[in-house]
């Protein structure tokens, strides 16, 4: 059974690199979608972005230049990079994984617990 | 981007009772790719309903999504006691993925 452990600094000073890790355990990284979403308890959930088996990436407008999306095979790890960062980037960070059915997408069926994130000096 | 609008923000319900869920877009859902996730406080969202209608592995059939377009309906027959959470839509048909902003699901 696929598990996922978000990992990294709770906290980080602003104009800072926010970094987090994404542990993928109990399957292959190299055949799925993973996807990085965020929340705040006064916007909600914010998808982020994704990298897909292929590598490719892409992320949220609202963050594109900022956002940058890995994986390192060898460790079976999804890494974030949120560059710049503001207290607006305090959140909750969560991975998780985009199911196909038949082909199809089929919504984010694996996350993370979530690691929170504070943005202050 | 597809807005996503939730009504309501709060529903109190009777464990027992029927359960009716809004989910809105502001333009159509691709392909009606939608979802619909529950969330404990301290837990990250369960998928529960994916393409709309499609139930999640191991979701009790009391949870069922309709709708198509810009309208779906996330429906729970008969509440019990566990169903007590935020339910959250999200659909990942047009980019970029968008959510809700979630019903808050309380005992009356």
């Known amino acids: 059974q696929v598990q996922l452990q978000e990992s990294g600094p709770g906290l980080v000073k602003p104009s800072e690199t926010l970094s987090l890790t994404c542990t993928v355990s109990g399957g292959s990284i190299s055949d799925n979608t993973w996807s990085w979403v965020r929340q705040t308890p006064g916007k909600g959930l914010e998808w982020i972005g994704y990298i897909s088996n292929s590598g490719r990436s892409n992320s949220n407008p609202s963050l594109k230049s900022r956002v940058a999306i890995s994986v390192d095979t060898s460790k079976n790890h999804v890494s974030l990079d949120l560059r710049s960062v503001t207290a607006a980037d305090t959140a909750v960070y969560y991975c998780a994984r985009e199911s196909f059915y038949s082909g199809r997408p089929a919504a984010f069926d694996i996350w993370g617990q979530g690691t929170m994130v504070t943005v202050s000096s | 981007e597809v807005v996503l609008t939730q009504s309501p923000g709060t529903l109190s319900l009777s464990p027992g009772e029927r359960a009716t869920l809004s989910c809105r877009a502001s333009?159509?859902?691709?392909?009606?790719?939608l979802g619909w996730y529950q969330q404990k406080p301290g837990q990250a969202p369960r998928l529960l309903i994916y393409?709309?209608?499609s139930r999640a592995t191991g979701i009790p059939d009391r949870f069922s999504g309709s709708g198509s377009g810009t309208d779906f309906t996330l429906t729970i027959s008969r509440l019990e006691p566990e169903d007590f959470a935020v339910y959250h839509c999200h659909q990942y048909g047009n980019a970029p993925h968008t959510f809700g902003q979630g019903t808050k699901l309380e005992i009356k």
């Open positions: 333009q159509s859902v691709y392909s009606s790719y």
């Open positions: 393409g709309a209608s």
